[in-house]
């Protein structure tokens, strides 16, 4: 299997993150996942506005596998797991950036191509399927 890219950036933990048990509040892990999707649409696509996003999101999941404090420093990671005839699967890593052992979630997201004047799906076109097959780690 070949290896494949990720997007890799650093997020800065913020105050209002933190919830009354003194960690990251479980709902801004996707808020967290959701930066990783727009800076991989910035950086793979050249893609800034959202509303030329050419996907809408079927699912999303996350395992929270340890707390993320005000003082922790985190790395995300994003990538591709699979690419179907409509849908793709982006993969989520939170991590601490000076050691990739200490994972603090993981969590993926199925994305359906969309047409959002004819509100319905569409497959994936070659050159959109073009990008993001380097970053896809079932190829």
């Known amino acids: 299997m070949k290896e494949h890219k990720k997007i890799k950036t650093q997020l800065v933990v913020r105050f209002r993150d933190i919830d009354a048990m003194g960690h990251v509040n479980n709902a801004v892990y996707l808020t967290y996942f959701e930066e990783g999707r727009k800076i991989f649409l910035t950086e793979v696509f050249g893609i800034r506005e959202p509303g030329l996003y050419p996907f809408i999101m079927a699912k999303i999941s996350c395992e929270y596998l340890r707390p993320v404090t005000l003082d922790d420093s985190v790395s ?20 601490d950036p000076d050691n990739d052992e200490i994972v603090y979630a993981r969590g993926s997201s199925v994305n359906v191509c969309y047409d959002y004047e004819k509100k319905e799906t569409i497959p994936i076109s070659d050159s959109f399927k073009e990008k993001i097959i380097d970053y896809c780690e079932n190829i």
């Open 76 to 95: 995300l990671h994003v990538w591709v797991s699979e690419i179907g005839s409509k849908s793709f699967t982006f993969v989520y890593e939170l991590l």
